[in-house]
């Protein structure tokens, strides 16, 4: 799989972390861990995971199985395990969290265990996103690792399980297609503060901002009638709301299935810009829940007139949303975006 990617010639910023031939590593650190699952009597590890051997499914496996007793304890659960604070861990997102006290970069973990870790979040990512994604961590929480976190529910290889990582505008997850009926294997986070805790308007810097350029030019291209069904004067939705909405409730914004069709590809543009830094499997994932639940006629798209930054028509936050489908774009004072994605609406939001 191309889209692990070892050399950090991207990632200068972050001197700590050192370069690594990719096959090399995968041969010492398989062999370590076998050697490891050996002693305690684990399952030997297999030699391809869901996706084959150099797939993020595979490496979260090797993870698992590199890990001594003591490190499980902290930071491997049930599938169902609920935190009495939190409610079940595993699904849960917030737009800045630690699902696990130990930082990666912690004497907790080993050189390589960090290795692991970067290259499930670079397997999950498509590899033009990895320098964006690394660049905002640097922007946020001074490089990736120093402020990032992970748990892994379930058994690797034995049955369901999902290693979800954390930090400042990050919510990720690898579950191997565990987790029934939602995306990306449950709600993630994504955000972006790239000049300081308020941006300035147009965002200059942020990684994430062209996805609202493209949603903005779509409102201009809307007629004058279109736009003031679309332009939400008050009403803004709270960040963590992007639960699903009962049935019957009303949705906010213009109806896409009312838009023209040029309109309507232009809505299927800015999906495709929204999935876009994901892998592929996970792309398809989105667009299989979206078909199951009327596609993107049975969704609404939003522009809110509250927190415009420089009060310049440009819209910082805007929302797409279905019957089971949310991406919620709040750009004011920075970019956050909750997204929450399944084939059933029922499915419950942990945030």
Same mark, same amino acid.
């Given at each position: 799989m191309d889209s692990l990617?070892?050399?950090? #010639?991207?990632?200068?910023?972050?001197?700590?972390?050192?370069s690594v031939d990719r096959r090399a590593f995968l041969q010492r650190t398989g062999i370590a861990a076998m050697a490891a699952s050996a002693q305690l009597g684990l399952p030997a590890l297999s030699a391809a995971g869901p996706g084959g051997a150099d797939s993020p499914e595979s490496m979260v496996q090797l993870l698992y199985e590199s890990f001594t007793p003591g490190q499980r304890e902290k930071v491997c659960f049930d599938w169902g395990h609920e935190d009495e604070q939190r409610g079940l861990?595993?699904?849960?997102?917030?737009?800045?969290?630690?699902?696990?006290?130990?930082?990666?970069?912690? $004497?907790?973990?080993?050189?390589? #265990?960090?290795?692991?870790?970067r290259a499930i979040l670079e397997g999950i990512l498509q590899p033009a996103w990895h320098e964006r994604i690394y660049?905002?961590? #640097?922007?946020?929480?001074? &490089?990736?690792?120093?402020?990032?976190?992970?748990?892994?529910?379930?058994?690797? &290889?034995?049955?369901?399980? $999902?290693?979800?990582?954390?930090?400042?505008?990050?919510?990720?997850?690898?579950?191997?297609?565990?987790?029934?009926?939602?995306?990306?294997?449950?709600?993630?986070?994504?955000?972006?503060?790239?000049?300081?805790?308020? $941006?300035?308007?147009?965002?200059?810097?942020?990684?994430f901002w062209p996805q609202a350029v493209e949603a903005n030019r779509l409102y201009q291209a809307l007629d004058g009638r279109q736009q003031q069904q679309a332009l939400v004067r008050q009403g803004l939705p709270e960040q963590s709301q992007v639960g699903f909405r009962a049935h019957g409730d009303a949705f906010q914004g213009i109806a896409v299935r009312d838009l023209s069709a040029d309109q309507q590809q232009r809505v299927q543009e800015i999906l495709q810009l929204l999935i876009e830094p994901y892998r592929q499997t996970d792309q398809d994932e989105v667009v299989a829940c979206l078909r199951k639940q009327g596609g993107l006629e049975a969704c609404h798209l939003a522009f809110y007139a509250q927190n415009d930054i420089g009060n310049d028509g440009v819209w910082d936050n805007w929302r797409l949303e279905g019957p089971a489908f949310?991406?919620?774009?709040?750009?004011?004072?920075?970019?956050?975006?909750?997204?929450?994605v399944a084939d059933d609406p029922t499915v419950r939001l942990n945030a």
């Open positions: 990617h070892f050399s950090r #010639q991207h990632d200068t910023r972050n001197p700590s972390f050192q861990l595993r699904s849960r997102v917030a737009a800045n969290w630690m699902v696990t006290p130990p930082t990666l970069n912690s $004497e907790f973990y080993t050189d390589d #265990q960090r290795q692991m870790v660049r905002a961590q #640097q922007d946020d929480s001074d &490089g990736f690792g120093k402020h990032n976190s992970v748990a892994l529910f379930g058994r690797p &290889g034995a049955g369901k399980f $999902e290693l979800v990582l954390t930090g400042r505008h990050m919510t990720l997850r690898c579950d191997g297609n565990s987790a029934e009926h939602v995306a990306f294997g449950g709600p993630i986070f994504y955000g972006h503060a790239a000049k300081g805790f308020r $941006e300035a308007a147009n965002h200059p810097g942020n990684v949310v991406w919620h774009y709040r750009g004011s004072p920075h970019v956050h975006v909750w997204v929450n």
